[in-house]
């Protein structure tokens, strides 16, 4: 991974979040030389039950991906030692794995010298319930192929970038996605096989692509507030489209070959083709366009 450099940009927008304290439950390796300290660990989940991993992160680089392993999470931690404090919390009846990385001081930082950083890999072969709430950060996740059956994320400020590169392995029941402040990048989300999504973005710009192999039936909602927002349709499943604008301060782009009736827009596939997809979205502020691969 490389440094964390865009943290303390962040770090303004949050002096209203406050930050939360949490001690240690493992010892860290300590490297002196660079004033950080590492924490490297694996954790055996069991695969023939729901393994549920929350995250809470106050400021960092957070990526999460596809492990190599059919049963084992696998967590990186770096960061400078004055700055920032760490828990880990594995219950191994419950199959459930909490991870607290905390900010000491909001005001008290080294400029770019700051490293905060947070790499999880995940198991193949268990079936996942990922809960990530994180404040300040450079957010990234490929979650293709793996067994996620919930799966949501919660970031107050920052770059996001989440893809699903293969097709989730089980149905997913809910995926969240919220967003306050900040570029989000949501790529291949039929590919999550979600039978419900909420998408929630804040300010900033945010692309949002469909595309994958849907589920038979899906449908998704999204609310926007400010700033310019671009949503690909699925190609493979035929859309049902309904915009709610805000009033004149909302531009709406549809593609031309989608049919309107009454308060929907429909492509010409739809009902036709085994999958029918359902949008909902509500626009803000801004530019909403819609587009067709």
Same mark, same amino acid.
């Given at each position: 991974m *490389?440094?964390?450099?865009? $943290?303390?940009?962040?770090?303004?927008a949050l002096?209203?979040i406050g930050?939360c304290?949490a001690?240690? $439950?493992?010892?860290? *390796?300590?490297?002196?030389?660079?004033? #950080?300290?590492k924490?490297?660990n694996? &954790?055996?989940?069991?695969?023939?039950?729901? &393994?549920?991993?929350?995250?809470?992160v106050?400021a960092?680089?957070v990526?999460?991906?596809?492990?190599?392993?059919?049963d084992?999470?696998?967590?990186? $931690?770096v !960061? #400078?030692?004055?700055?920032f404090?760490?828990a &880990?919390?594995?219950?191994e009846?419950?199959n459930?794995?909490?991870i607290?990385?905390d900010k000491?001081?909001?005001?008290?930082?080294d400029?770019g010298?700051?490293?905060?950083?947070?790499?999880?890999?995940?198991?193949?072969?268990?079936?996942?319930?990922i809960d990530?709430?994180?404040?300040?950060?450079?957010?990234?996740?490929?979650?293709?192929?793996?067994?996620?059956?919930?799966?949501a994320?919660s970031?107050?400020a920052?770059?996001v970038?989440?893809?699903f590169?293969q097709?989730?392995r089980v149905e997913?029941e809910?995926?969240d996605?919220?967003t306050?402040?900040?570029?989000?990048?949501?790529?291949?989300?039929?590919?999550?096989?979600f039978?419900?999504?909420?998408i929630?973005?804040?300010i900033?710009?945010?692309?949002?692509?469909?595309?994958?192999?849907?589920?038979?039936?899906?449908?998704?909602?999204?609310?926007?507030d400010?700033?310019? #927002?671009?949503v690909?349709?699925p190609? *493979?499943?035929?859309?049902?489209?309904?915009v709610s604008?805000?009033?004149?301060?909302?531009?709406l782009d549809?593609?031309?070959?989608l049919?309107k009736?009454?308060? !929907?827009y !429909?492509?010409?596939? !739809?009902?036709k083709?085994?999958q029918?997809? *359902?949008?909902?979205i509500?626009? /803000?502020? /801004?530019?909403l366009r819609i587009?067709?691969p």
């Amino acid at each position: 991974m *490389q440094k964390f450099k865009s $943290l303390p940009r962040l770090l303004p927008a949050l002096v209203l979040i406050g930050a939360c304290s949490a001690g240690s $439950l493992a010892a860290p *390796q300590r490297d002196d030389s660079r004033d #950080t300290e590492k924490f490297d660990n694996t &954790f055996k989940v069991r695969t023939d039950r729901d &393994f549920r991993l929350r995250l809470d992160v106050d400021a960092g680089e957070v990526r999460l991906s596809r492990g190599q392993s059919e049963d084992q999470t696998v967590v990186h $931690l770096v !960061y #400078t030692k004055k700055q920032f404090r760490h828990a &880990f919390r594995f219950n191994e009846q419950d199959n459930r794995l909490e991870i607290r990385f905390d900010k000491e001081g909001w005001f008290d930082h080294d400029g770019g010298r700051m490293t905060a950083e947070l790499e999880i890999e995940l198991p193949r072969d268990a079936t996942l319930r990922i809960d990530c709430k994180i404040k300040a950060g450079e957010v990234e996740m490929q979650l293709g192929g793996l067994r996620l059956a919930d799966f949501a994320l919660s970031v107050t400020a920052g770059e996001v970038n989440l893809d699903f590169d293969q097709p989730n392995r089980v149905e997913m029941e809910t995926l969240d996605l919220r967003t306050r402040i900040g570029e989000s990048n949501f790529r291949r989300l039929g590919n999550a096989r979600f039978r419900d999504a909420d998408i929630n973005g804040g300010i900033g710009e945010m692309s949002i692509d469909f595309s994958g192999e849907m589920l038979a039936t899906a449908v998704a909602e999204v609310d926007l507030d400010i700033g310019e #927002t671009v949503v690909v349709l699925p190609r *493979q499943a035929g859309t049902k489209l309904s915009v709610s604008k805000f009033l004149f301060l909302s531009h709406l782009d549809v593609p031309f070959d989608l049919r309107k009736d009454g308060g !929907y827009y !429909y492509t010409d596939d !739809y009902g036709k083709t085994g999958q029918n997809f *359902q949008l909902r979205i509500s626009t /803000g502020i /801004g530019e909403l366009r819609i587009e067709r691969p």
